[in-house]
């Protein structure tokens, strides 16, 4: 069964750099075509890819935000991490780590229940 | 850039079909994915390869793709069908995931 589990600070301060956890469990990160997804959602608003990493070390990042993102695995860990830097009350939102498939498609089958984090001084 | 256009809201009875469309150039090239998203909760996945069903999801959801524009039809709606539904793609270099606004689904 697979699982994933975001975890991070709930508050961050304008500015302040911000990182995110995502733990997962029923896959592994090395299996060839496996990939983990940071996507976000601000309140009332569309979800919005941030970045993606493959077991091939395939990175790919939104390119309105590719300046300010770094994603980063531990397969040992089972664990995908998300480094957002200059963060400002607009990037408020909820962060779902969520899992692609290794079928080719591009969706995602499986999500973590989503961290709240919410950008105030 | 490329953008894929959901209408905000659809209302719809108990008993009747719903039909949420999502357009986009791209949609003639590359498949579409729909989610349910419920209040306070993270995405399903209810819709994949433009038409496919994953296990667990009940047979009145399906799918079709005509030319740029991608339809999510849910027959026969039932109360627990009301949610935020959103439809995903990928972007024109097919490397990059892109989601549409989302349509709310109101079951009066």
């Known amino acids: 069964q697979i699982t994933l589990k975001e975890s991070g600070p709930s508050v961050v301060m304008p500015t302040q750099t911000l990182t995110l956890t995502c733990t997962f469990s029923g896959f592994s990160l090395s299996s060839s075509g496996v990939g983990v997804a940071w996507i976000r959602q601000a309140p009332g608003k569309a979800l919005e890819c941030l970045a993606l990493v493959f077991s091939s070390d395939d990175d790919r990042y939104n390119p309105s935000l590719r300046s300010r993102l770094t994603v980063s695995k531990d397969t040992s860990k089972n664990q995908v991490v998300l480094t957002m830097t200059n963060l400002d009350p607009v990037d408020t939102a909820t962060y779902y780590c969520a899992h692609r498939p290794p079928t080719g498609y591009r969706h995602f089958d499986y999500w973590g229940p989503g961290t709240l984090v919410t950008v105030s001084s | 850039s490329y953008e894929l256009t959901q209408p905000p809201s659809v209302s719809v009875s108990p008993g009747q079909t719903a039909r949420i469309t999502c357009s986009g150039d791209g949609l003639a090239k590359q498949y579409t994915y729909w989610y349910r998203q419920r209040s306070g909760q993270a995405p399903v996945l209810v819709i994949y390869k433009d038409h496919e069903r994953p296990s667990g999801i009940p047979e009145r959801f399906s799918g079709s793709s005509v030319g740029t524009r991608a339809t999510l039809t849910i027959s026969g709606v039932q109360a627990e069908d009301e949610a935020d539904y959103h439809c995903?793609?990928?972007?024109?270099?097919?490397?990059?995931?892109?989601f549409g606004g989302g349509t709310k689904l109101t079951v009066l």
């Open positions: 995903q793609s990928v972007d024109s270099s097919d490397r990059f995931v892109i």
